[in-house]
Structures are given as structure tokens and as C-alpha cells.
């Protein structure tokens, strides 16, 4: 379809019947926000205008948009094998596709279980961390422990361990028991514009020692934690902050989770964040960037003594009471081997290496910004952070973003962060065209 057709077609329907997710729907509805095509770096939206990808869709189009290896990939597997029955049977893509993931994971954690989203990761993740504690005759091991301003997902797994107040209030009374949060590590008196990892703020660790010696750590199941937190408006972790949390779960057998859906695929210039950051957990949730988003599809990679212990530990039958219908559906299974493919032959995750230096100098000069009290940087990932509007909180970033769309170039914005991370291809002159408008629509706001 070219652009004019899906433009007509766009603008037809009525937007009543699709409840749309995090989406103030009665205000998008009155003004909709449409896009209907997308190539490389840009987006063209229903009005024709192109618009620049300031946020890799929603973190996850690491190799830029509507890429042609992918797309035929995909196009050629529905006419192959469109479905084939992922319980008690399979099919050859779905193993390698596994084996091309834990080809990049850290090193042991070369066991994956594939799922459909960032989300339905995050609770596989915890369901192995329980199968295992069970498997391993420590059946008192059920805590799990999360951290203030953590995004998990939305399965009732992820909303418990996720700290996002406004994603758990509808729903509070009937999360998990038994979850515990950390501190969050921002700390704008200590660290604001820092370049990179902050200074200061390693100790922010240090409560999970609280909470060892309130519950005994061996109740503590696992700890999950986003290695650098997205969704909450990109905290960046204080040096030496990770290795202390590691260093603290090996001393009492706890298993760490590194939420990696986002910093997965080479956000930071690394395959996944743990090896950026140099730690190790034991469990690692992706989604996003595995399939570059053109399927819908999730993984956790497992430590290898982890699945040993559930499988090798079983009686017989079927080892894990889990799984999906569509876990290593063939499509999803064909685009996550032709985006890694991608990824490896030009190199993108080397790209975002090699672009952060500049990348960070285009951010912070965002620093004398009107209304920034916080510009922050790591990777390919950028965040100004926005003095929030007299009983308003959000509505300032909110107003930016319109303002930047208006302008041809989308960001995102978490109550008062405006949060940049462009794909992996994004040009240096598209970093400033970036900047620059985020520049423009922070003279421009109110
Ligand atoms: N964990 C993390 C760390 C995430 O960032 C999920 C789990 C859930 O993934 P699914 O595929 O179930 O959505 C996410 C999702 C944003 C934004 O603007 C971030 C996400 C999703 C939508 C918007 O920050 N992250």
C-alpha cells in the first residue's frame, strides 16, 4: 500500500471501538495522532507528514524501519510454515532461533524460553525463579524484590515487582504478596547532568541488606531490576551500583533478573546491558529489539544450571508447567533470525558505540535548557528531565512532545522526562535534528 492509500484508509474508520493501551483516549480521540507508514528512520503520518524517529517506536525498531531482509523473511515464513503446534512438538526455526539468541546473551545463560512480549518475559522469569527454588529443595524461597520506579510489564508478575506507583493504584489489593522494592537510585542533588553512569550512588544497593536481615534471605526467590531503568524516564545506574546488588544476591543465593527489554539488542552498544555494565545476572528478560518489532515476540535466557535443575530435576513428563501458544511462533521465529542477521552484517551495536560519545555531546547541549532541571545519557538513550508545571506534573513534557511531532520528529515522554533513543542507524545529522528540536520546543513551552 503506498503512503496516499494508507493515509485514506487511516482516516476511515471510526476510532471508537479500540480501547487504546496507556492512551488518554477521550483526548487522542478528539485529536488523533495517526502514523501509516514507516522506512528507516522515519514515520509518515496521516497527514502526510514525515516525522523522524527520535524513540525507535516504543525502544524496539533498533534497525530502523520496514527493513527489507526482515520483512521478506517474514513474508516468505507465512507462506512456509505459518503456525506449527509449540507443545510437545516444534519446529527447526524455533531452535534456532534459540540458539542464535544465546549466541549473545552473557556467557552461561544459553537456555531460552520464548514468549510473545516484553511482559508474559517477566513472568516466565519469575514462574522459572520459583520452579527452580522448588526444584532445588528450597521450597521457602518465594520473595521476590523489585525496585521503586521499575517497569516490569503489566502481567499481575510484572505489576507486583514494578514500581511505578500510577501502574499498580487501579489494581492494588490484588497484586502478589510477598514483593518488597528497593530505593529507586535517582538523585537529582547529587547527580543532575551527569555524563553517563553518576558518581555517586552505589550504597542505593545496599538495601537488599535491609531486607535480608528483615526476611532471612533465604525466603528471597529473586531480585529483578532493569539494569538502566527505561519506562520511568531512564535512570541511569550509579557506578558500582549493579556489581554491589550482584555481589549482595551471590553471597545469599539470590538470583538476579535483569529486565533487559529494552537494553537488549544493543541499546547501549553492547549485545545486552549486562555485558555493557560488566555484570552477570542469572536470568535476562528481552523482547523489543529481538524481532526489531515487526513480530510480536519475547525470551528469557536462563542460566544453564537453572534449566538443568527444572529439567534435569523432574520426574519424567513435562519439566515446566509453562508456556504459550505462540511461544516460538514461526513468524516471530523468522524475523528475530533475519534482525539478527541484520544487526550483525552492518554492525549496529558497534554503530552505537561508536555514536554514544557524539550522541552525549548532542544531549547535553540540552543542559542550559529552559525548564531542564536533569539532562542524562548512556548508550543510544538520552532523557532531558523537566521542571514539572504548578499542578501540572507531566502536562510540560506532554506539551514538548506535541510540540517536537508538530515539528516532524517524535519523542517520548514519561510524566515530566522527555526520553530519546533513536535507532541503532540514526545518522549524526539526524542526532541534532533530534536535539534541535527538543531545544526549539523547550523555548517554545509554557
Ligand atoms: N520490561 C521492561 C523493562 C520494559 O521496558 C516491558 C517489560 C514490557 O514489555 P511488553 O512487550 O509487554 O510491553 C517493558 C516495556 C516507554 C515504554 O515509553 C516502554 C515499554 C513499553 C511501552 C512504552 O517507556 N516497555
Not at 510454515?81 to 544465546?102: C, E, I, K, S, T
Not at 515487582?161 to 537529582?188: K, M, S
Not at 527444572?310 to 533470525?337: K, M, Q, R
Given at each position: 500500500m503506498n503512503a496516499r492509500a494508507a493515509t485514506d484508509s487511516a482516516a476511515t474508520p471510526s476510532l471508537d471501538a479500540h480501547w487504546m493501551p496507556f492512551t488518554a483516549n477521550r483526548a487522542f480521540k478528539r485529536a488523533p495522532r495517526l502514523l501509516v507508514t514507516a522506512k528507516d528512520m522515519h514515520y509518515v503520518a496521516a497527514d502526510g507528514r514525515r516525522v523522524l524517529d527520535g524513540t525507535a517506536g516504543l525502544w524496539c525498531v533498533n534497525a530502523g524501519h520496514a527493513r527489507e531482509p526482515i520483512a521478506r523473511a517474514i513474508a516468505e515464513q507465512?507462506?512456509?510454515?505459518?503456525?506449527?503446534?509449540?507443545?510437545?512438538?516444534?519446529?527447526?526455526?524455533?531452535?534456532?532461533?534459540?540458539?542464535?539468541?544465546?549466541?549473545?546473551?552473557?556467557?552461561?545463560?544459553?537456555?531460552?524460553?520464548?514468549?510473545?512480549?516484553?511482559?508474559?518475559?517477566?513472568?516466565?522469569?519469575l514462574k522459572i525463579a520459583l520452579a527452580y527454588w522448588k526444584a532445588k529443595g528450597e521450597p521457602e524461597r518465594i520473595r521476590f524484590v523489585g525496585r521503586e520506579r521499575g517497569y516490569h510489564g503489566v502481567g499481575f508478575g510484572?505489576?507486583?515487582?514494578?514500581?511505578?506507583?500510577?501502574?499498580?493504584?487501579?489494581?492494588?489489593?490484588?497484586?502478589?504478596?510477598?514483593?518488597?522494592?528497593?530505593?529507586?537510585?535517582?538523585?537529582?542533588?547529587?547527580?543532575?547532568?551527569?555524563?553517563?553512569?553518576?558518581?555517586?550512588?552505589?550504597?542505593f544497593a545496599d538495601a537488599l541488606e535491609a531486607l535480608i536481615a528483615k526476611h532471612g534471605g533465604h525466603t528471597i526467590a529473586a531480585v529483578i531490576v532493569e539494569p538502566m531503568a527505561g519506562s520511568t524516564g531512564v535512570l541511569v545506574p550509579p557506578a558500582g551500583y549493579l556489581e554491589r546488588l550482584r555481589d549482595l544476591c551471590s553471597r545469599h543465593g539470590i538470583l538476579l533478573i535483569f529486565d533487559e527489554v529494552i537494553t537488549g539488542f544493543g541499546r547501549l552498544g553492547a549485545p545486552f546491558a549486562a555485558q555493557f555494565f560488566g555484570v552477570t545476572p542469572d536470568l535476562v528478560t528481552m523482547a523489543k529489539g529481538i524481532t526489531n518489532a515487526a513480530v510480536p515476540m519475547g525470551a528469557v535466557a536462563v542460566h544453564r544450571?537453572?534449566?538443568?535443575?527444572?529439567?534435569?530435576?523432574?520426574?519424567?513428563?513435562?519439566?515446566?508447567?509453562?508456556?504459550?501458544?505462540?511461544?516460538?511462533?514461526?513468524?516471530?521465529?523468522?524475523?528475530?533470525?533475519a534482525t539478527l542477521d541484520l544487526y550483525e552484517r552492518e554492525g549496529l551495536f558497534a554503530r552505537a558505540a561508536e555514536l554514544a560519545p557524539y550522541w552525549a555531546d548532542a544531549v547535553h547541549r540540552l543542559d542550559g535548557a529552559p525548564h531542564a532541571i536533569d539532562v542524562r545519557?548512556?548508550?543510544?538513550?538520552?532523557?532531558?528531565?523537566?521542571?514539572?508545571?504548578?499542578?501540572?506534573?507531566?502536562?510540560?513534557?506532554?506539551?514538548?512532545?506535541?510540540?517536537?511531532?508538530?515539528?516532524?520528529?517524535?519523542?517520548?515522554?514519561?510524566?515530566?522526562t522527555i526520553a530519546l533513543s533513536p535507532p541503532l542507524i540514526v545518522s549524526t545529522a539526524q542526532i541534532d535534528e533530534i536535539v534541535q528540536a527538543v531545544a526549539d520546543a523547550l523555548r517554545r513551552v509554557a
Open positions: 507465512a507462506a512456509t510454515l505459518d503456525y506449527a503446534p509449540g507443545f510437545q512438538m516444534g519446529h527447526p526455526l524455533a531452535f534456532a532461533a534459540a540458539q542464535r539468541v544465546a549466541a549473545l546473551t552473557p556467557r552461561g545463560l544459553d537456555r531460552i524460553f520464548f514468549t510473545n512480549s516484553g511482559s508474559e518475559a517477566v513472568d516466565t522469569a510484572g505489576t507486583s515487582v514494578g514500581g511505578i506507583e500510577a501502574n499498580r493504584r487501579q489494581f492494588a489489593g490484588q497484586l502478589l504478596p510477598h514483593v518488597d522494592h528497593l530505593p529507586h537510585t535517582h538523585d537529582l542533588a547529587h547527580n543532575a547532568f551527569s555524563r553517563g553512569q553518576p558518581a555517586w550512588g552505589a550504597h544450571r537453572i534449566h538443568d535443575a527444572v529439567v534435569d530435576g523432574a520426574p519424567g513428563g513435562i519439566e515446566l508447567f509453562h508456556g504459550y501458544t505462540y511461544s516460538g511462533h514461526p513468524l516471530a521465529c523468522a524475523a528475530a533470525l545519557n548512556i548508550g543510544l538513550v538520552g532523557a532531558v528531565e523537566l521542571a514539572p508545571r504548578d499542578g501540572a506534573p507531566g502536562a510540560r513534557a506532554f506539551d514538548a512532545f506535541l510540540d517536537c511531532l508538530e515539528h516532524g520528529v517524535l519523542v517520548r515522554v514519561a510524566g515530566d
